[in-house]
């Protein structure tokens, strides 16, 4: 697809009508004068963005809630020149009084840009887990995207759009396949041999995975990509070839079983996590190394090191780094996985910070909403260096009083030897007209 070249706008007409010859020079002068400097500023403000890069984002969605906070989501990362495409898993039972496309409506928003489908019913832990970012692959490689990015309504990005596509502009030609801070390998996947024996990750996958291919090792990263086109179109293209390695893969997570010491025969475990990053290892494509040294594009223009572009808390450790804080989900919530992954909040906005994350999750208004009024920002700089409080944090509980009634007003509550009921005062018309001009001014609440 043709980038689209923007023509740049409000240049000056050359004066028409009757003016006198002096006056006409000097007006072609400044005239001229005006083409040149508008012109080096066009080159300098409009061509940059538009070299820079176009994304093609992902965002799967399984229920009403996911896609509530996809239509937030898409809100945050919104550019025009971007890509968007929304996988509805196939299990979604649709609200039967309207059309699906009716039921979309509030995350399309009408933008061209967006596509939704629901072609995969996703099984937690089985080969699925990759339809919908193969989906998104392929569609992908139909626009003019140059990164591929895999998002969920629990995401949040770290970065305005623009500040993204900047830095993403510094970070091009590298493929993310981990998240931090808990992958010990840092932006490199994690080799099965890099763990130590008897590890879990070690144990769910015999070494090689394919008898065919005795020195293929497996590497393990997570979910969440920020990856090239180069890439995207190597593991579409594999996958068509019989015998590539992608294919042989996918074959062994479909129609193979391990055994797993302790478990017995089973099909392989994990493939989300492990079949784009051993895919990447083996492609000859450029692999981040553990901690990257990068420009700070958004900011100073120091160099700066960048330790994760996922910013996701995981216990990879669990029971051993149990007493580490985080914050509580509430039982509606809760996954109940022992390892996470947890939710993000306020307090750990120092080490996004630290770790120069373009993404987070999981952000919950329904736990610490406090993250998406700091985020996204157009700088590092401007996220506040807030860590977690040396003692535990005690959160207030909301204490509800026994009310009782006297008369005909309800909702009291008896204090000592008096009741106090819900206020009925016969306020001057003044203290609502003038609280009602002040919202005029400022919808914040206090
Ligand atoms: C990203 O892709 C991986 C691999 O297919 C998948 O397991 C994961 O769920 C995806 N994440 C999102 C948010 O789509
Ligand atoms: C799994 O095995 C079935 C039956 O032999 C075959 O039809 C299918 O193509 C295999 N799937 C993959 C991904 O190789």
Redesign the pocket.
Known sequence: MARRRQAPEGLPRLPTGKAGGIALMASLAVTIALLVLGGAAYVVMRLAPEDQPRVAFLVVAHDAPTLHSASLLLGAIYDPEHHYFVHVDKKYKWPTDRTPDETMAPVMKGRTNVKWAQVADVAWGRWSMNEPTLWGMAQMLGTDADVFINLSGDAWPVLTPSALRTTLQELKGLNFVTSGPSCDTGLRPTGRNEFGDGWHKKQAYPHPMLNSEPTLEAFYGSQWMVVTREFCDHVISELERPGSIAHKL??WF??GTVVVEGVGRVKPHIPDETFFPTVLMRSGLRVPKPVEVVADVTGSGKKVPLRSVWYVRMDEHYPWSSHKQRYEAPSHLSTGRPWGPYYVGSYDLGDIKAHRALFVRKASRHVDGNIFRVLPVDDYAKIPDLRWPATAVTLSTTKTYETVTRGSETGCVRVAESIHCPPVHNLGGDVAASAKRARRYSSGEL
């Open positions: 996918r074959e479909v129609n």
